[in-house]
């Protein structure tokens, strides 16, 4: 078992910037994927970024490209997505997942259904 608490998240005006942070606990946290996702108000689940286990490998969506950042610290159990130039449309929910066993590959680390251990949510709101 993985659990998994992000944090960070708030109000910030457009232009602004957040860091999420992703606390992990229970099996070895090197050994996963990580992964960040959203969910807006009456929207399905996005995949936002995510990171190999190794740290080495990261995958963004278009949409965020240029403004967040995902890295991690396995020493510290914890994902970090520096988040800037923050738009309203960036408002949702974030969530983070841990995948194990997979590949690094767009088409794996972008769907939700793969992903084994989900955390609670951040609401991050980006006001215009």
């Known amino acids: 078992q993985v659990q998994l608490v992000e944090s960070g998240g708030g109000l910030v005006q457009a232009g602004g910037s957040l860091r999420l942070s992703c606390a992990a606990s229970g099996r070895t946290f090197s050994s996963h994927g990580m992964g960040w996702f959203r969910q807006a108000p009456g929207k399905e689940r996005e995949f936002v970024a995510a990171?190999?286990?190794?740290?080495?490998?990261?995958y963004y969506t278009d949409s965020v490209k240029g403004r967040f950042t995902l890295s991690r610290d396995n020493a510290k159990d914890t994902v970090y997505l520096q988040m800037n130039s923050l738009k309203p449309e960036d408002t949702a929910v974030y969530y983070c997942a841990a995948q194990l066993g997979r590949p690094f590959v767009p088409t794996i680390v972008a769907d939700d259904q793969l992903y084994d251990y989900w955390g609670q949510g951040t609401q991050v709101t980006v006001s215009s």
């Open positions: 990171i190999s286990g190794s740290g080495g490998l990261t």
